[in-house]
Structures are given as C-alpha cells and as structure tokens.
C-alpha cells in the first residue's frame, strides 16, 4: 500500500514535470502578445536602392536593438508600393506596438494609413514625405528637407555660372513621386526659369540606381556631348554617369569639361570630391535611427511630438574636405 502510494506520487510529479516542459515549449513569451519583452516595430524600408539606404537600414537595425529593449521587424519592399502595403498589413496582424515606414512615393498612402490607425497602431514616417488629406494618420515625420537641398545646390551654381553665356545641364532623376525627386527636380527647374543662361538640356531617369544612371547616360551620350553641369539626385546615379562619362571620354571635375552635382554625400562622393572629380556633394543624412528613437520615447512618455522634424544638412566642395572629414563619415 505505501509503495504503491509512493509510486503514485512519483507518477503524478513526472506528469507535473511534462506539463510544465511542454507549456514552456509552445507558450514561448512572444514579444507581440501578453508579457513582453520587447517593444515591437514593424519597418517597411522602402528598399536597398543605395548606399544612402543600406546606410539607413543599419541605423535602424542598430539603434532598435534587443538589448535597447525592441524587436525590430524589416520588410525589404524592393522599391514597389504594393509590397510596401502588404508588409503594413502582416505587421497589422502581428499586432506590433508601432510601424515606421519609409515610402517610395509620395501618393497612395491614405487607405493603408486608415487601416492603420483602425487597428490602433502608431505609425512614424521616415525619410520621404506621404501625402495624405489627413495628416492624423501619423505622428510624425522625420527626414530631409529636400527642396532646402535642391536650394543648396542651385545657389552654388548660380555662384559658378554667373558669367557664363550658356550653361547646358543634365538632369538625373530620381524614383518619380518620391519627396526626394520631387523636391530637387523643383529646386532645379525653378531655377532654370529664372536663369535666361541655364537650360535643362534632357531629363534622364535613373531611380535611384547606379545601374540605371549608367545605362540611361551610356544611351544618351551616344548622340550628345554638349553638357556643362551634371545634376544628378544622388550618388549611386552620379557614380554609374560618372562611369559613362569616362567611356564617352568626356573628362568632369577641376579642369573638366562637367561640372557633377550630386546629393547624399556618402563617404566615396565625398572622396571623389576631394579627388577634385566631383564638384559639390549636398548632404542627405540617412542616420535616422537614434532620432526615431528619441521621439518614440517622447511618444511613450506621453509628450506631443512635432508633425514634422527635419535633420540638418549641409554642401560640400572640395575646399570644405579635409581627408579626416572623409575617413569619419560613417555612411
Ligand atoms: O530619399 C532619400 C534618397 O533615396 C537618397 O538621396 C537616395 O540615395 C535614396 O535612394
């Protein structure tokens, strides 16, 4: 009687003990649902177009660590909006604390934002602007402010071309309806409207890419060579042109025949700056991570953030570069 009671216990404790070892095995603490660990954002990077970008993922990815308390999920959209709006709905799903998001265009957000907030989630726009009827949709935006950029650029060659006859510009353009294109292409054609001397000679699509400003400059200086200033809107572009242009055998920089506008300055434009092959660099910081950071803090403690925060950006010709600045750059 004792032993089979002993047994019994015995019996009863193993099966506790299973119990206990397979509730651990499929009640893993999930940092989406019921205690968490971690505070959960879903990001719908726009894509992996550009150093600038790859720049910018890492910042995120390194500010919204585990150890910072977070869980970070990134969605690659490959540059297309629709992958954009799916990424948005599964993080919907998951039931995520709060979505950043970095839009490849300007239109189209309103219906996907509405979901949004219907799900009661949070939502930070990063880099490039959304333009919706209700600006409710989002607590903030972050990022450059474009045209100030475009503005930058325009001035310095105001200053180079003052005495100059006739100043024949090459237009690169970036992904059409993105903040980033819209913005500098304004500041550009605003200023050829009021310069009797400039003329956009072609406007040249190149989203973004370096493969695609190569291939779109290759084409075209097949029939034309008759350009003094290379406007391009960033420099993944600036480097396939800059490709182009040696094959074409037309020389650019210090004592060029081109003059290279580029935007971003990442450390390898910066370098070509100071190599006196590009002319002037205008900054586009991609380091957003600690920002977002910092607004989401303010966020949770319950501050009114501000609609809208623009980072400070800067113009660089190769008098403004020392070989240190290059070598510190981090993007
Ligand atoms: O929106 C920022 C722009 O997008 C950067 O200039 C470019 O490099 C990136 O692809």
Redesign the pocket.
Known sequence: MRRSCKTLSVLITLLLMIGVFTSGCSDTPDAKTGDKEFYVIGFSQLGS?????IANTKSMSQTFTNDNGYELIIENAKQQQDNQFAAIRRFILEGVDLIVIAPTIEEGWDMILNEVQSAGIPVIII??SVAVRNDDLYLTNIG?DFLHQGELAVEWLEDQTSDSEYVNILHLQ?TYG???QLMRTKAIEDAESTHSNWKIVAQLYGD?TEAKGYEVMTEYLKKNKDIDVLYS????MTFGAMRALDEAGITYGENGQVKIIT??ATKTALQYCLDGKISLCVE?NPMHGPLVEQLIKRYRSGETIPKHVFIDEAAFTREDLTQEMVEERDY
């Open positions: 177009e550009s150093d600038w970008r880099d490039r450059s970036g993105a903040t980033a973004f809107e960033n420099d993944n935007f971003d586009c």
